[in-house]
């Protein structure tokens, strides 16, 4: 309707500009004026309308895919009652053992929560030991230095320009005192591993005692390691060295900035393998061996039940 009426105005403008001998310059200069606003206004009304088709084919398209995961969740909540009541038929027919499921699914959700537990302290431990290594860096020293914790896993970002020599994997002097604090870390928590591992750009090395970059990222790590080791005490049986040259980026190496980036030594802090094993066998006795078996496909969460 808006459109409409701003045709009609442009009509009856243009018809008035048909007859130019009839006015005066001046109406005429403002008629023209005013004719250039409608036509200014009109493309607006028209921009305005084009971005709101396509905010509502947006919006269509968004209640499609809502409307597929309500099939979706449909589907799985019809799956859950068929196998309920084929559960339920069968204990008839003396095929499941009603008091037995019940019991292996309240045993499972226990050592779910154990479990939950477990990795919750795991997580806080993490976040203490990422706070003490940041607390204990220097403003300079976080320029160089990126700490995060990502899947339970503590990673250690430093600098090549920090850490060594030019174009070396000998550890420059200015990185000691950096290293000793990240040393004082890892005593810290003896429980943990640790992994050092070097990284490069994909610029070709050309030294020529050192291959290509899969041997200078190794080299790297290596002298971290030996560093950790021989100068700051860390059981080297807590350690391991190792490189991946230009195939683990996290920038583009097209720009100086982007291979700077991806010119770094990440040392990961995790929790020893055997660690995790000692967690399955603290489980409560009988309480996760078949339970798995007995929840129906697409179950999402188990919540203890009461026998009936």
């Not at 339920?88 to 226990?110: C, F, M, Y």
């Not at 070097?198 to 041997?215: A, F, K, L, M």
């Not at 991806?262 to 967690?279: A, V």
């Amino acid at each position: 309707m808006k459109r409409l009426s701003l045709y009609m105005g442009l009509a009856m403008i243009a018809a008035t500009l048909l007859l130019p001998g009839c006015v005066g310059t001046r109406k005429y200069r403002t008629l023209q004026e005013n004719y250039d606003a409608v036509l200014l206004k009109e493309r607006e009304v028209s921009a305005r309308y084009q971005d709101v088709q396509r905010q509502l084919s947006s919006a269509n398209t968004q209640i499609k895919s809502f409307e597929d995961q309500l099939a979706s969740e449909r589907a799985n909540v019809k799956a859950l009652q068929d196998a309920l009541d084929k559960c339920l038929s069968s204990t008839n027919q003396g095929n499941v053992n009603i008091s037995k499921l019940v019991d292996e699914i309240n045993a499972s959700n226990r050592y779910i929560q154990h479990l939950v537990n477990a990795k919750n302290k795991s997580d806080s431990l993490n976040m203490v030991l990422t706070n003490n290594l940041t607390r204990s860096l220097s403003r300079e020293e976080m320029q160089d230095v990126d700490v995060q914790v990502l899947k339970g896993v503590v990673y250690i970002s430093l600098s090549d320009n920090m850490l060594y020599k030019s174009g070396s994997y000998e550890i420059s002097e200015q990185a000691g005192e950096t290293l000793s604090k990240i040393a004082k870390i890892i005593m810290d928590y003896s429980d943990y591993e640790v992994l050092v591992e070097g990284n490069t750009d994909n610029v070709p090395i050309s030294q020529t005692n050192i291959r290509n970059n899969w041997d200078l990222s190794a080299l790297r790590g290596s002298s971290v390691v030996q560093a950790l080791q021989n100068e700051y005490g860390v059981d080297p049986k807590r350690l391991t060295a190792a490189g991946r040259g230009e195939y683990n980026t996290v920038a583009n190496n097209d720009t100086e900035s982007g291979r700077t980036r991806n010119r770094r030594t990440q040392i990961i802090i995790t929790p020893k393998l055997d660690q995790f094993m000692e967690l399955i066998d603290k489980a409560p006795e009988n309480e996760a061996t078949t339970a798995t078996d007995s929840i129906p496909a697409g179950t999402t969460e188990v919540l203890p039940i009461e026998q009936p």
